[in-house]
């Protein structure tokens, strides 16, 4: 095994061999904006006029704006080379991309200048249909190597393995791979085929390095961990930028999970940097890279930098931003419930514990449908995408946190088979996946140390008014999303389900209804989901 290192120091071992700057390359770039057009609160969700006016606002496309520019037009104004990147999800998160289905992204994205994009797996939530759209709309390549796009009719040779940029007179080569769980995170279809990221990867960088490129990015959305299983696998990538998994990388912030950048020990005695820029329009990163003659990287560094108020808005893109706002202002702004404290729906939270929020949307589907005799409802905990303030709840925040216009989904199955989706949830704990199942009705322990497939135990069902253990071979009804029941996040056990209707009222819409119903709503775990 290879060693990673999850500090900035192996840098200094560069820099003391360090001799006059050959070639330098400063790389801006973003990830997992998921259509946070307007700027967001603390929470990440969209930021109120009251936090607005104590300049408690973060992020926003027009933020975004404002510092890549600074930052381009001050790498161009002393001769340097520059480049723009995005590592994919723009697509999904708030009523932007609901309303207008990418193209809101698409106008900004043209009027910033990136010069390159990786295919996130939210590209594909509205099926290559919607990523087509999406690619009219755009100039800039929108890559990804691993993607087999061959075989769909609307997307076959559009989407590039690579692109070659040209800057200062010197070629970078830009590879990308998506993560191949999007099969079961977002709506790729079955003519879309996922290669190994490893092996595609390898394959580009070969294939680059014979057309005489030396300095190559992978620009990848597959999460931190496997980004640096990338960096010490792949011969000849000299840095990573990533995105997926949300991770703040950072020299001083102090909520960030790794330094900026975080080395990685490579193949042939290289140190590869891996960088990463949290998500929601919060953050932009800036990546200084330099490069001997032969195309060597010998050094480099950088940061991550918040876009907190200090940062002025662009006016033209925040104009337009409030142009493209109002039809939807009346909905977002259309109080619907009121919260006693605030409600952590947090990434971090809901995709490894129980979870204020996953028992607020689990405890809503199930009030929903419990007089047709449903007694368990299990969320996935990435369907859960941000958390609310205390106080007034207005429908712009439940669309928020619930975004994907998922329905309600009844189903049958057996315990043996609630069992088994209990151990697909917790399968990839240790990734923060999406799938870790929130749930109401059910109590479940599992433990990560123990192998996927056999870290669940102790689950009970409610047998009147006492908990039980779930009996394998009893039938029970079950309420999810249709997202879930249809197989997504791997619960592929509950597409046969017996008596299944994907069809019921929109999850957002249940969500606020049961607020208002038992308001002011008081958050609360109570031990539903133990982790040993």
Not at 139 to 155: A, E, R
Not at 162 to 181: Q, W
Not at 490 to 501: E, K, L, P, S
């Amino acid at each position: 095994m290879r060693k990673i290192f999850f500090t900035s120091s192996a840098g200094l071992a560069l820099m003391a061999g360090m001799a006059q700057a050959d070639y330098t390359l400063h790389v801006i770039h973003i990830n997992d904006l998921h259509s946070r057009m307007e700027a967001v609160n603390a929470f990440d969700s969209t930021c109120s006029a009251e936090d607005a006016a104590e300049n408690k606002c973060f992020g926003g496309i027009a933020r975004v704006a404002t510092k890549i520019n600074e930052l381009r037009d001050a790498v161009k104004a002393e001769g340097g080379n520059v480049i723009v990147l995005d590592a994919g999800d723009q697509f999904q998160g708030s009523l932007f991309y609901t309303t207008y289905k990418g193209a809101a992204e698409a106008e900004f994205m043209e009027k910033i200048g990136f010069d390159a994009m990786a295919v996130g797996n939210h590209e594909f939530d509205d099926g290559p249909q919607g990523l087509a759209d999406f690619l009219d709309k755009v100039s800039f390549p929108v890559i990804s190597g691993n993607i087999d796009s061959s075989q769909d009719n609307v997307l076959a040779g559009r989407i590039q393995n690579h692109v070659v940029l040209e800057v200062g007179g010197e070629k970078i080569g830009i590879i990308s791979a998506l993560a191949t769980d999007t099969v079961d995170t977002s709506s790729p279809g079955p003519s879309i085929i996922f290669q190994d990221e490893i092996d595609s990867l390898g394959a580009d960088v070969a294939s680059l390095e014979a057309d005489g490129v030396t300095k190559i990015i992978a620009l990848n959305h597959v999460g931190i961990f496997k980004d640096m299983e990338i960096a010490a696998a792949v011969p000849g990538i000299d840095a990573v930028v990533g995105g997926h998994s949300h991770t703040l990388l950072s020299s001083k912030d102090p909520k960030r999970v790794g330094a900026y950048p975080t080395w990685v020990d490579g193949q042939n005695g290289a140190l590869v940097p891996v960088v990463q820029a949290y998500a929601y329009s919060k953050y932009v990163g800036h990546l200084v890279l330099t490069f001997d003659d032969a195309g060597n990287l010998k050094f480099a560094e950088g940061d991550t930098i918040l876009l907190d108020a200090s940062v002025v808005p662009a006016p033209e893109i925040e104009a337009r931003v409030k142009e493209m706002g109002a039809p939807i202002e009346e909905l977002k702004n259309k109080v619907v419930a009121e919260s006693t404290a605030d409600i952590d729906g947090s990434r971090e939270t809901c995709r490894a514990l129980e979870c204020p929020m996953g028992n607020l949307v689990a405890e809503a589907m199930l009030d929903r449908v419990a007089d047709q005799g449903v007694t368990i409802a299990i969320q996935n905990g990435g369907g859960v995408r941000s958390s609310i303030d205390a106080g007034p709840v207005t429908m712009g925040e439940v669309l928020s946190v619930l975004p994907f216009q998922n329905t309600l989904s009844t189903f049958e199955v057996t315990g043996a088979t609630v069992v088994a989706a209990l151990e697909n949830g917790v399968s990839q704990v240790e990734d923060g996946a999406g799938r870790f199942p929130q749930v109401a009705g059910l109590k479940y322990t599992f433990d990560p140390a123990q192998p996927a497939g056999a870290r669940v135990s102790d689950v009970l069902v409610m047998a009147g008014d006492a908990w039980a253990p779930i009996d394998p071979a009893a039938s029970y009804k079950v309420v999810s999303n249709n997202y879930v029941r249809g197989g997504g996040d791997g619960y592929r056990m509950f597409i046969d389900a017996a008596n299944a209707y994907d069809f019921g009222p929109d999850l957002a819409d249940v969500t606020a209804e049961y607020m208002a119903k038992v308001g002011p709503y008081t958050p609360m775990t109570d031990g539903r989901i133990t982790r040993k």
